[in-house]
């Protein structure tokens, strides 16, 4: 475990500073995985959240955007830590309660890895002359070395840093993996009375109907029955509220876990009392959720798609689905399975955002506005990463060379081959063909 870790460090300290995320990130991924997969016991939550977090961890070498491959590495993270520790919110943060005991990992004179630590240092200082009698022999050996990424003397602290830093993470992964689980607490038992509980519960399903009701309203009435009731336009109206109605979802959210941990029905009536009012108050609230989100497609249709709106658009599919799952479990009696089903739904969500090529999807989105209405916004789209070449290929020549000669520019630098990604190869070859 110590040599998976050390080694992840090393190379992360020369393949990740100074150079575009590519292969060479998903290959520090890799063993910082193999590092914890050493120490880790075969469960089931091992396989699923491993899974996962490689999936998730592939996005550096297929994926140009910068935004999702970053979130999708520390979506990684978090499926790791989940893998290693338990569905459990503890569980994410179990890494960080591993760092107190890394010195316990350092080796002392008996230890194995002393031996092999000294065959490295030994091997170095011996194959340094023989390198460099090949590279000055050689022109292809040495063109080949130049190639090759190589820290400069400014980038000492950065790289330094890296290896740290990537040092102790594949390390407190792999001592989390490697304690035993800690026991789960009970909940605590219910302090609110049948009215404390069924109360709120009802006066919120009573809010949530009368806001959808109005929703309705909205959506049958259109144009004519916004401006006439808010003065405003459809499209300002559409902008209008948005985020306070996924903020009031995500609230739901808390509402209905406090239900179930608190609110503990005494009797079977009390029971279904408790899950219809939840699960009615899910159910509107996904009525509430694709309000918003209809929202948010009326304001893109009059705006165009960018990478917050579709973020947000993202996030509200999220939400819907999370409040399906609880009607789903909750129909089915197995409310105690939330917790891991719901990390699985979101990682999975995370890798669905992903495999969508949500820069190429904004392209497409806004290539699709401008034929309809002759609106586009070129300057945004140069913007973009080298994922949404292929769709801005089929744009006029005039507003083609617009929206690609940036992203081109941003591209003609070399780049390591630790750097290696599909989507930037691709760009690169269509762009050439042009």
Known sequence: ???????????????????????????????????????????TDLYV?????????????????????????????????????????????????????????????????VPVLRAVAI??????????????????????????????????PHRAAVFGLVLVAASALALAAAAPPRA?????????????????????????LAFVAVQLRVLFGGDDY??????????????????????????????????ARFARPLTTRERLLRDVLAGALCA???????????RLRLYEDAYGLTRPRLAAEAFSLWLAGTFMLVVALGAFRRAAAFTRLALVWSAAAVVAFSAANPDARIAERNLARWQDTGRIDTDYLSTLSADAVPALERLPASLRAEALDPIDHRMSSGEPWTSLNWSRARARSLLADD
Request: net charge positive; charged share 10%; with cysteine.
């Open 123 to 156: 091997a170095t200082v011996i194959a340094i002359p023989f390198a460099a009698l090949f590279l000055t022999a050689d022109a292809a050996f040495a063109a080949m070395a130049d190639s090759a990424p190589r820290p400069e003397l400014g980038s000492l």
């Open 49 to 113: 959240f491993g899974g996962l977090a490689v999936a998730l961890a592939l996005a550096p070498a297929v994926l140009d955007a910068q935004w999702v491959v970053w979130t999708d590495l520390l979506a990684a993270w978090v499926c790791a830590s989940v893998a290693v520790g338990g569905p459990r919110l503890r569980a994410i943060s179990a890494p960080a309660w591993s760092v107190p005991r890394l010195p316990a990992l350092l080796p002392h004179s008996s230890s194995r890895a």
């Open 226 to 259: 916004v401006v006439r009731t808010t003065g405003l336009t459809y499209s300002e109206y559409a902008r209008q509220g948005f985020w306070q109605l996924l903020a009031a979802g995500a609230l739901t959210l808390l509402v209905v876990k406090g239900a």
């Open 284 to 294: 509107l609230t996904v009525v509430v959720v694709a309000s918003a989100l209809h």
């Open 1 to 43: 475990m110590r040599l998976l870790a050390l080694l992840a460090a090393l190379v992360a300290a020369t393949v990740v500073p100074n150079a575009p995320p590519g292969i060479g990130v998903t290959a520090v991924a890799a063993l910082i995985g193999a590092a914890a997969w050493t120490q880790a016991r075969r469960t």
């Open 184 to 208: 789960v607490g009970q909940p605590p038992k219910s302090r609110l009375a049948l009215l404390e509980w069924a109360v709120p519960l009802a006066l919120l399903d009573l809010l949530f």
